[in-house]
């Protein structure tokens, strides 16, 4: 599932030198800048995103649109925790929660497993699902923070579209990496559904809609998000 676990050693290995702390080393000063892009990066190489939310925190490299793009979205944020899926029990039995993933309410992507839990306050688990992450190696085992949400996102050709963008970090080459649904290119998605579960992004972590809007709605800015191997 997803890349070999001793290749995925060797790469980590080697890119030991460029690896930066989590949470803290990794946020820059906000940029300022005539032109507001903000640049992230997502599966398959997306750049550009088309709207920020307006709680993003400030001093990350993310830079919002000049124009209030707060008012475009539909409806507040909400709090409540995501309704649970059909057959989720026997799935939280197959796949349970990664030892040593932190406490409290928090997100938490194993790259290993190619899976995302989300976990209340009490510990306990209240959606798990298959994911796509990166290929490439990109982002290290970690402790992070939600810092920015766009609720549409375009890759800087305006060929391929997401939604649903929450980001947490930075990867290896300074773009942000967050979870998103499946993108699409001219319409059509750019993996089967079917493929998550194998890690097939160049940085971000794709999910079926229903499950990247579960993960909207259950990490506002500030969330903690825990990356484990």
Sequence with gaps: MGTHRSDRGRRRADAAGRHRAPRTSLRTPLLATAVALAVLVGGGGYLLADEQDSSAVAGTMVVPRAADTAAKEAAPVSAAEPSIAPGFEIARASHPLPAGSGSGRRVVFSQDEQRVWLV?????????????????????????????????????????????????????????????????????????????????????????????????????????VVVTG
């Excluded at 579209?161 to 990867?171: A, D, I, L, N, P």
């Excluded at 971000?204 to 809609?209: E, P, S, T, V």
């Design 120 to 224: 209340a306050d009490d510990g306990e688990v209240v959606r798990t699902h298959p994911v796509s992450g990166s290929r490439l190696d990109n982002l290290f085992p970690g402790t992070y923070e939600v810092f920015s949400r766009s609720r549409h996102a375009t890759a800087y050709d305006r060929s391929s579209t997401m939604g649903w963008f929450v980001r947490f970090t930075y990867g290896t080459g300074g773009s942000a990496i967050g979870f998103h649904d499946i993108p699409e290119a001219d319409g059509e998605p750019v993996q089967a559904r079917g493929e998550l579960g194998t890690a097939l992004s160049a940085g971000c972590i794709r999910q079926a809609r229903p499950d990247a809007v579960a993960v909207w709605e259950f990490a506002p800015v500030g969330t903690t």
